[in-house]
C-alpha cells in the first residue's frame, strides 16, 4: 500500500498555476512533518517545501518563494502546494514526503514516507 498518493499534476502554460495534494493515512501523516520534493529529467532530486506537523512553521526553496505556498489540512490527512506564476523550469516529477518526526527538515535523507510523484510539466 502506497503510504502517500500525489494528485494534481499535469500540463499547464508558463504563468498558470496548479495545486499538488497529498493524500495519507492517518498513520503516515499524523504528528508528521512533511515535505515537497521534485525532481527533473537529468537532475537530482531537490527539497521544495516543507510544513512542520502544526502548520506553524513552514520553509520554501528560495527558486520558488513568492510563487509556491505549503500547507496543510490535519483533518483531511492532506497536503497541499500551491504553484502560481509557473515556470519552464518547474517542469519535474513531484513527489511527497513524511518525516517520523513533527519536526521541519530541508533533506530528503531526514524523510521516512515517500509517494511515487506527480508530473508537473510547464509549457513555454
Known amino acids: 500500500q502506497v503510504p502517500l498518493i500525489e494528485s494534481g499534476g499535469g500540463l499547464v502554460q508558463a504563468g498558470g498555476s496548479l495545486r499538488l495534494s497529498c493524500l495519507a493515512s492517518?498513520?503516515?501523516?499524523?504528528?508528521?512533518?512533511m515535505g515537497w520534493f521534485r525532481q527533473a529529467p537529468g537532475k537530482e532530486r531537490e527539497f521544495v517545501a516543507g510544513?512542520?506537523?502544526?502548520?506553524?512553521?513552514?520553509y520554501v526553496k528560495d527558486s520558488v518563494k513568492g510563487r509556491f505556498i505549503i500547507s496543510r489540512d490535519n483533518a483531511k490527512n492532506t497536503m497541499y502546494l500551491r504553484m502560481n506564476s509557473l515556470k519552464p523550469e518547474d517542469t519535474a516529477v513531484y513527489s511527497c514526503?513524511?518525516?517520523?518526526?513533527?519536526?521541519?527538515?530541508?533533506?530528503?535523507?531526514?524523510?521516512?514516507?515517500w509517494g511515487q510523484g506527480t508530473q508537473v510539466t510547464v509549457s513555454s
Open positions: 510544513i512542520s506537523w502544526s502548520g506553524g512553521l513552514t
Open positions: 514526503a513524511a518525516r517520523d518526526t513533527g519536526a521541519l527538515d530541508t533533506t530528503g535523507d531526514a524523510y521516512y514516507y
Open positions: 492517518e498513520r503516515t501523516f499524523s504528528g508528521r512533518a
